[in-house]
C-alpha cells in the first residue's frame, strides 16, 4: 500500500507557489481526505493529488474535498464494496472548474443518494487556485481576491449575504453551465 500522508508534512520548497487554501466552512476542518488537488497544510487535512481507494480508507475521512467525477468514482467503489467510509458525517467540498459548475439539480440529488451529506462548492482554476464559493445562504458563490468575475460568467450581486460576508458573489444558473459544458 503506498502510504500517502507523510506527504503532508512535506515542507514547502523555496520559491515554490504556496498551495491555496482549502476554505472548509468549519474551523478546524475536520479530518478530511482533499481528492485531486494540493490545498495549503492544516492539521487533519490529507491532500492525495492521485487518490486510490486504499489512500482514502487509510485517512478515515470525517469529510471530504473533491470533484464531482471524484465523488461519483467513490460512490461507484462504496457500491460494490472496494471502499466503505463509515465516519464521513461533515459537509462535503465539491470543486469545480470555472464554467462547469454549479451542479445541477440532478447532481445534488445524487450526491446525497450517494453520501446523505449536504455538500458546498468552489470554483478552483486549473492551478487550484480558489476563485468563489458557495456559503450556508446558497445566494451565489462569494468571489475570492483573485477571481475576476468575468472569468466566471454570471450575474455579479453586491448586496449584503445571509451569511454575513460582504464579498461580493456571482450568482450563476446551472443551465448556463450546462451550456458550457456541451
Ligand atoms: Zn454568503
Known amino acids: 500500500m503506498r502510504l ?3 506527504s503532508f508534512f512535506r515542507p514547502q520548497r523555496a520559491g515554490a507557489n504556496p498551495s491555496p487554501p482549502l476554505g472548509y466552512p468549519l474551523f478546524p476542518a475536520p479530518r478530511m481526505a482533499v481528492l ?7 492539521p487533519g487535512v490529507y491532500c492525495l493529488p492521485e487518490w486510490s481507494a486504499a489512500d482514502v480508507a487509510q485517512i478515515r475521512p470525517l469529510a471530504l474535498a473533491a470533484s464531482f467525477s471524484d465523488y461519483a468514482r467513490l460512490a461507484a467503489l462504496i457500491r460494490t464494496g ?3 467510509l463509515p465516519e464521513l458525517q461533515y459537509p462535503l467540498l465539491v ?3 470555472p464554467g ?18 449536504p455538500c458546498f462548492e468552489q470554483i478552483r482554476d486549473a492551478d487550484g487556485r480558489l476563485l468563489a464559493q458557495e456559503c450556508e445562504a446558497r445566494d451565489g458563490f462569494h468571489l ?3 477571481a475576476r468575475p468575468g472569468d466566471l460568467g454570471g450575474r455579479l450581486v453586491h448586496t449584503l449575504c445571509e451569511c454575513g460576508q460582504v464579498s461580493p458573489r456571482v450568482r450563476i444558473a446551472p443551465a448556463q453551465a450546462l451550456l458550457a459544458r456541451a
Open 4 to 6: 500517502s500522508l507523510p
Open 82 to 84: 472496494a471502499l466503505a
Open 95 to 97: 470543486f469545480s472548474l
Open 36 to 42: 485531486g488537488c494540493e490545498v495549503q497544510e492544516a
Open 100 to 117: 462547469e459548475g454549479p451542479l445541477t439539480h440532478e447532481q445534488h440529488d445524487e450526491m446525497w443518494a450517494w453520501f446523505g451529506l
Open 144 to 146: 475570492t481576491a483573485q
